[in-house]
């Protein structure tokens, strides 16, 4: 079971979204901790907003060499890796989470990468639904319980 | 430091530099300014060859060159056992660095060099400052032999070859060191480093370093998964370590070679040791001897050379397969690109080689793969992908494990010189190449490398994170986490930068405590300092949220908060630990400015507590510490209490237009809605002041902190000529009433009481250190007591001041010093300036950000500059010189009430007195009383709806503006008497009131001034109001009013003296009786004691008609007035009605233009009349009551069309007389009748007068019926009255009843008779009336005055 942590990035790099949560797959081998919560140590925790501002030049670097909006694992930190998605409005999801060391090889890799794509341009069209409210502007945070709700649920549909 | 990872730094020869002789740091850092620590190039050219040598000798490879790379301070503690491994590593020469004195003990020096420093090799020392005429005896040139002490010429012409020579002795003393050191080496056994020294830490990182690489990394897994496994062939165990013995001691003497500066020869000696190592698969050595390979083929380039490696052996061991190397060497000549790039870019170093000279296509295609084809960078790759495999595999061998510290400054080095390629772009390689060697940055603005990809050289740099560097020395951590930063700001991304200068941090700040108190300590904050200005500016903490409305805007929308916070917060801990106060303070001052929104209350708090620690001990150590306060908003809102009457005082042009107003409009042609007076005086006279008089500003102060913001001075700032005194003992809360007494102050109120209580604690810290670090403060002429802000909220405070010069104050803003914190200006805040976020981001506005971020914090509080996010106000009073002060010390009324009868006069007098020193010399009079607002509404009230008629509003205008309730009785003997009223003197005015209907309340109101000069602007005008309580009882009322006619024959009952005036009218020959009419006046006495009343008609100036009644108390009377009837040559009843205000005139449509007349007329009439009457009442005296005297309010009449015809003259007269038809004499009246008789013949002659200006025509008609008919008889039917009415054969008219006047009319002024005969027939009363009707434009219809009655018998 991995923790990860999500966040929306605005144009300024300003954080309109940030949550943390657990995969809520194989979460039977611990039965100790609740589903959904994210297991970050401390120390992790703290770091991870940086690690996520800091792989922004990677994403602004990334973001020329490819027409792709998705940009797939972008930066690694220790035990962390950073995957992240530009949107058209130059909007940055990014997915921080660290490397299970239960999977085997890298089928499983392959398959999370895939999903964590799925999650990601499933996270866009909530955000573009998001963008499309007229009290809403561009990088103001998204406070939207809703929205908050449907996130957790794609994470749990994918992650 | 950035020299350490340079790609060549294998290659350096690490020389320390120390000061001796007592050599003093200002001459230590003045010697170095000559001497650089820094790299120095020396070529082996240069140097005198030395065949003695045994390996080194500089003869053989003229084009080498030695890099002497001068440090200050080379601790190699954590590295010595590596020195046999990566002898470069270790501190070869100590130079001694002395100042010329005439006794210095050179050899003592040496023998001490040698002591300190046993591991170097060479110690020699250089004298600086040695006076030239010394130096020729000390640097004597024919002295070939080797010299280990240097002397320096003070002398600047010959500075620079001075020092090359010296830097060449130097080197030629170290090539013959090396060569005894290295000659030493041969019969040793060398071992791998770990084993030299406790290896267990390095297993263990290793061992991490090993599982990430398996599990993590892909890239790492796919550049390593070449064709050729490690092999472990069963090789003959001696002869292998025989092999190996050879590999490392060959390895050994590469790197020599390499430091000597002869790379030909390193280049053999390496690959040698490679192919040797490799059989051995000794793969930790074999790793380095490539590295070795490397470095020196770069070296070669550098010089010019051309590299031959052997690319069989190369091959083999780099296991590049042919077609590989192929691929790279033909795929630079493929792309056209590539050819001419790789001309341009290698142009000096492979263009001298015969195979890229001559590179035809054909032939590099015919030769096939070769290692010497590929550009360097492609094979500076391959060579650092090897060395990296080779250490990875050395793992697998306990004994021969490669250092982390040689892992990752393997990666860090290989990843400098991809940097230096990268960034080199396509320029030429000679300069590319020294940026390379020499670590220079070298920016070139076309980034566009075809070697190596900014991704490729992130994958490199994410191989050093899967290495657990946190298990390594301090230092090393210290210098790859710079060296990372250093390389990411190459690379431009600044983030990655800042995320790893703060891992830096977070990584020494455990080991920042025992660095405590030693020399350099203010070098290490400065450079702290300076990484953590840079985290700021990258993190977005630079947004001057306090100052710029944009960064305010931004930060609202949301910035990474939290973020910023955990960096603040380590910035904290950090500045904490190393005892670096004045960072530290204003770090705590930008969290509490910038972010008291994020944080909880009790971080407000402990920050605040921190502040104050630091305050007080820097106060202690006179350190000199201040922080500004935090909030530069806190003045939100002040106004001026005027504690006067506000109407007090007026500037004397405001008072001069109001009164003079209605002149000029007066003086318009007509009524201009436009041309409204101007509003001259410029200020409101709420906002006057009299100088050094006591005033006081309601100050609302905010506190957005979770602590008690204390205020221990506040001082008024104003702007201009006029200052103010800030009365620092009067300033106090605000609770509700302004006179408030200053004793009360202290017991604010009591919810804050309770928050007082409740932080009683953390009060008395602040107030002690207050008093200890301020001792200024706590004088007396500071504020009283503390005042105290409450948490979250915001205060209203009084303060008191006093103008001291007059002209127009301006109060800016306020010097207020809060707590522990320095004084500090504030403005006024007004509102807030709002800016729309920009949406974009600006790319370019990263650069172009301000630094010294907390500086910046604290001068925008300090300047209190925050003009872009909010507008500041100004309060701007007016200050006027001393004003007189006038006062009412008595009045002849008791207590000022008095009682009055409607209509009475009464006399009083009131005493004022000047208590000023200012002398009154202007004093004018005006009156007030209850009735007037009253009817003012109504007035308003029918301007608006034309609801009543003109005359009632001239009623109205008139009771206002005519009527005068009080008169000033000795106004002369004032203006005699009293030219001026002097300070400390009296003046006495006597009044005369008038006591209205409805009157409740009056005052005097009296204007009085010191007219100081004749520009009025400068005067003031000061009021006082003598109010006086005044009730009204009701005396006598006129109840109703009547006019009846005249006639001489009209009986008039119990009048004797109406009687006897008629008589004596109708004797006179002058007059008529039909000039006049009886005015009936109905009084009634309202009052409870006897009036005496009179009334008089005065008909001219000489003759009046008097009534003199007294009337009993609730009683009516009946005053009969005969009055003269009013023609129209006297008064024009056509003029409009007038209006007393002034106002404009306006038609009114909805009435006919009849009745618009017929109200002239009545207007004019009452006019008239009221002229005419007076009248007064008279209590009738006696012991009990007082005499009172006044008037009835004839005003009360009110005349209706009616009376009014009968007051006025019609123009044209009738009057009809009836003759005796023999004589033609008039016939006698009896009484009012004629009597006649019947059957005889009368004439009756009707006089036609034309009063008028025009000539009038008409018909007259004679209306003769019969009269007792009309009063007997009960009427049945209109026919019976018509029969009734008929004269026929009762009357015989001689004639015609109806007839025109005359053909040619009536003359103005003329007259005419007409005559008719008749006879009466029948016995009876008859009625004869004549009617005229005018056929002139008006159709007027005439009718007789009298009529005629008959009586026939």
């Known amino acids: 079971m991995s923790s990860y942590y999500f966040s929306i990035i605005g144009t300024r790099d300003n954080p309109l979204y940030e949550v943390e949560f657990s995969s809520f797959k194989s979460s039977s081998s611990s039965s100790s901790t609740p589903p959904g919560i994210s297991q970050f140590t401390d120390s992790v925790k703290e770091i991870l907003p940086f690690v996520s501002n800091s792989s922004l030049d990677l994403i602004e670097d990334a973001q020329w060499s490819t027409s792709q909006f998705n940009l797939g694992r972008i930066d690694s930190f220790y035990g962390l890796l950073v995957y992240a998605f530009i949107t058209q409005g130059n909007i940055k999801f990014i997915l921080c989470f660290e490397s299970s060391t239960t999977n085997n090889g890298n089928v499983t890799q392959k398959y999370d990468e895939n999903s964590i794509k799925q999650f990601f ?25 809703d929205f908050d709700l449907k996130v957790k649920l794609l994470a749990k549909k994918y992650l | 430091m950035s020299t350490v990872y340079g790609y060549t730094t294998p290659a350096n020869v690490k020389t320390l530099l120390v000061p001796i002789n007592k050599c ?33 000798n500089p003869q053989t490879f003229p084009n080498g060159r030695i890099f002497l790379d001068l440090h200050l301070a080379a601790p190699e503690a954590n590295s010595i056992f590596l020195h046999d491994f990566e002898p470069f590593r270790k501190t070869f020469v100590v130079i001694g660095v002395a100042s010329y004195t005439a006794d210095i003990n050179v050899e003592y020096h040496l023998e001490n060099l040698a002591k300190h420093y046993p591991g170097a090799i060479v110690h020699n020392i250089i004298v600086f400052d040695t006076p030239t005429s010394e130096i020729n005896g000390l640097n004597r040139a024919s002295d070939h032999s080797a010299k280990s002490v240097f002397y320096h010429d003070a002398s600047s012409d010959h500075n620079l070859t001075a020092l090359e020579t010296i830097i060449c002795g130097i080197t030629q003393n170290f090539l013959v060191a090396l060569d005894t050191y290295a000659a030493s080496y041969t019969n040793i056994t060398l071992r791998s480093p770990v084993s030299i020294t406790d290896s267990y830490i390095l297993t263990k990182t290793i061992n991490q370093a090993q599982k990430r690489l398996s599990s993590g990394s892909t890239s790492f897994k796919v550049s390593f998964s070449g064709p050729n496994p490690p092999s472990s062939n069963p090789i003959d165990s001696k002869s292998k370590s025989q092999q190996r013995h050879n590999g490392r001691q060959l390895k050994l003497m590469a790197n020599f070679y390499l430091l000597a500066g002869k790379y030909v020869d390193s280049v053999q000696h390496f690959i040698d040791a490679a192919i040797t190592l490799k059989k051995c698969d000794d793969y930790l050595w074999l790793g380095s001897a490539l590295e070795g390979i490397s470095n020196s083929v770069v070296l070669l380039h550098y010089i010019g050379s051309n590299h031959q490696l052997s690319s069989s052996l190369i091959s083999s061991i780099l296991s590049v397969s042919k077609m590989k190397l192929s691929s790279l060497s033909t795929t630079d000549l493929l792309s056209p690109k590539r050819t001419s790039v790789d001309q341009s870019s290698n142009g000096r170093t492979i263009a001298p080689s015969p195979r890229s000279s001559v590179s035809g296509s054909s032939f590099s295609f015919s030769s096939g793969a070769d290692i010497n084809a590929i550009p360097l960078p492609e094979l500076i790759k391959i060579f650092s992908a090897r060395v990296l495999f080779y250490y990875d595999q050395s793992t697998n061998d306990f004994e021969n494990m490669v250092p982390d510290l040689v892992y990752v400054e393997s990666i860090l080095r290989t990843i400098k010189f991809m940097i230096g390629i990268y960034l080199g772009g396509n320029d030429s390689s000679s300069l590319l190449l020294q940026s390379i060697v020499f670590c220079k940055s070298y920016s070139n603005t076309i980034v566009n490398s075809q070697f190596f990809s900014k991704s490729d050289i992130l994958k490199e740099i994410d191989k050093v ?9 301090i230092i090393e ?26 891992f830096l941090i977070v990584g020494i700040l455990p080991k920042l405590n025992a660095s405590d108190g030693q020399i350099g300590k203010n070098d290490q904050n400065q450079s702290i300092r300076g990484i953590f200005e840079y985290l700021f500016t990258i993190y977005g903490i630079n947004l001057e949220t306090e100052s710029s409305p944009i960064d305010a805007s931004i930060q609202s929308q949301g910035n990474w908060v939290s973020l910023q916070i955990q960096l603040l917060r380590l910035c904290l801990r950090t500045t904490e630990t190393l005892k670096d106060y004045p960072f530290h303070l204003k770090l705590c001052t930008l969290l509490l400015t910038r972010y008291t929104h994020c944080l909880p209350s009790d971080d407000q708090h402990k920050l605040k507590g921190k502040i104050e620690r630091i305050l007080f001990l820097s106060n202690r150590n006179n350190l000199k510490l201040s922080v500004p306060y935090w909030d530069p908003f806190l003045v939100r809102k002040v106004k001026f209490i005027n504690n006067r009457n506000r109407d007090e005082v007026m500037p004397f042009l405001d008072y001069q237009n109001n009164t003079i107003n209605t002149d000029e409009e007066v003086n318009a042609p007509f009524f201009d809605p436009y041309n409204k007076p101007l509003a001259s005086s410029t200020f409101n006279k709420d906002k006057i002041l009299i100088r050094d008089d006591v005033y006081q500003l309601k100050v609302q102060l905010q506190n957005p902190f979770a602590f008690e913001v204390e205020i221990n001075d506040l001082t008024i700032v104003t702007e201009g000529n006029v200052t103010v005194q800030t009365l620092k003992n009067q300033i106090r809360p605000f609770n509700g009433t302004q006179y408030q007494q200053p004793t009360a102050s202290r017991s604010i109120n009591g919810s804050l009481n309770k928050a007082r209580a409740v932080t009683t604690g953390s009060r008395k810290v602040t107030g002690a250190n207050s008093t200890g670090m301020q001792p200024s403060l706590v004088s007396s002429n500071t504020v009283n007591s503390a005042i105290v802000v409450p948490p979250c909220s915001s205060e209203h405070f009084v303060v008191g001041f006093k103008p001291l010069q007059v002209g127009e104050l301006k109060i800016i803003g306020f010097n207020i010093c809060i707590g522990v914190c320095e004084e500090q200006f504030f403005r006024i805040v007004d509102k807030e300036l709002t800016k729309v976020a920009l949406k974009v981001k600006d790319m370019d506005g990263r650069s172009a950000k301000k630094e010294n971020t907390l500086d910046k914090v604290c001068q925008n509080l300090r300047n209190n500059s925050i003009d872009g996010r909010i507008s500041t106000k100004n309060l701007v009073l007016h200050v006027i010189p001393p004003q007189p002060a006038l006062s009412l010390i008595g009045i002849s009324m008791t207590n000022g009430w008095i009682m009055l009868l409607e209509g009475e006069r009464f006399n009083f007098s009131i005493r004022l007195a000047n208590n000023s020193s200012v002398l009154i010399n202007y004093l004018s009079f005006s009156f007030w009383d209850s009735t007037i607002e009253p009817l003012n509404k109504k007035l308003n009230a029918s301007s608006g709806s034309q609801t009543l008629p003109a005359s009632d509003v001239y009623e109205i205008e008139w009771y206002l503006l005519q009527f005068k309730p009080f008169r000033i009785l000795n106004k002369e003997t004032i203006m005699e008497k009293y030219r001026t009223i002097d300070p400390q003197s009296e003046i006495k005015i006597d009044y005369e009131i008038n006591g209205r209907r409805g009157m409740k309340e009056s005052k005097i109101i009296l204007e009085y001034a010191h007219k100081e000069s004749e520009d009025l602007s400068k005067n003031y005008i000061k009021y006082v109001n003598i109010p006086l309580n005044v009730s009204i009882m009701p005396s006598l009322e006129i109840v109703g009013c009547d006019i009846l006619p005249l006639f001489s024959d009209l009986i008039l009952e119990n009048l004797d003296n109406v009687l006897s005036f008629i008589t004596k009218v109708i004797k006179a020959d002058t007059e008529e009786i039909s000039d006049y009419c009886l005015f009936l006046v109905d009084i009634r006495n309202s009052w409870n004691e006897k009036l005496s009343c009179s009334l008089s008609y005065s008909f001219d100036e000489t003759s009046s008609f008097d009534v003199n009644e007294v009337i009993e108390p609730g009683k009516t009377t009946r005053f009969l007035l005969p009055v003269k009837r009013v023609s129209s040559k006297d008064v024009d009843l056509t003029k409009p009605i007038p209006s007393l205000r002034n106002k404009q005139f306006v038609k009114n449509y909805t009435i006919t233009e009849a009745e618009e007349m017929q109200m002239r007329e009545i207007f004019w009439l009452r006019n008239s ?54 004589q033609q004499q008039p016939v006698a009246k009896e009484g009012t009748q004629y009597l006649l008789k019947i059957d005889e013949f009368y004439t009756l002659r009707t006089t036609i007068i034309n009063n008028t200006e025009s000539t009038i025509n008409g018909i007259l008609r004679h209306l003769p019926f019969p009269m007792s008919i009309l009063s007997n008889t009960v009427v049945h039917s209109a026919n019976l009255i018509k029969a009734q009415m008929s004269i026929d054969r009762k009357i015989l008219i001689n004639g015609v009843l109806q007839s025109p006047v005359c053909k040619k009319g009536i003359e103005p002024g003329d007259k005419i008779d007409l005559d008719l005969g008749f006879v009466i027939l029948e016995k009876g009363e008859y009625e004869w009336g004549t009617v005229l009707d005018t056929l002139n434009k008006d159709n007027l219809q005439i009718v007789g005055r009298e009529p005629l009655y008959i009586s026939a018998s």
């Open chain 1, 121 to 145: 341009i499933e996270i866009n069209d909530l955000y573009v639904k998001c963008l499309l409210n007229p009290f809403y502007a561009v990088n103001d945070a998204i406070t939207s319980p």
């Open chain 2, 24 to 56: 003093t740091s200002t001459q230590f850092n003045r010697h170095l300014q000559v001497l650089p620590p820094d790299m120095h190039e020396v070529r082996l050219l240069d140097l005198s060859p030395n065949t003695d040598l045994q390996y080194f």
């Open chain 2, 465 to 473: 994170f899967q290495l657990q560097l946190v298990d390594m020395g």
């Open chain 2, 477 to 502: 951590q210290c210098r790859i986490y710079s060296t990372l930063a250093s390389m990411y700001g190459d690379l431009d991304l600044v983030r990655k930068k800042a995320f790893i200068l703060r």
């Open chain 2, 1169 to 1222: 009349l009221l002229e005419k009457l007076s009248n007064h009442w008279k209590t009738i005296e006696t012991k009990a009551t007082g005499k009172r005297a006044g008037s009835i309010d004839l005003r009360a009449i009110r005349l209706s069309t009616k009376m009014s015809n009968v007051l006025v003259y019609s123009k044209i007269r009738l009057l009809t007389t009836i003759l005796d038809d023999g």
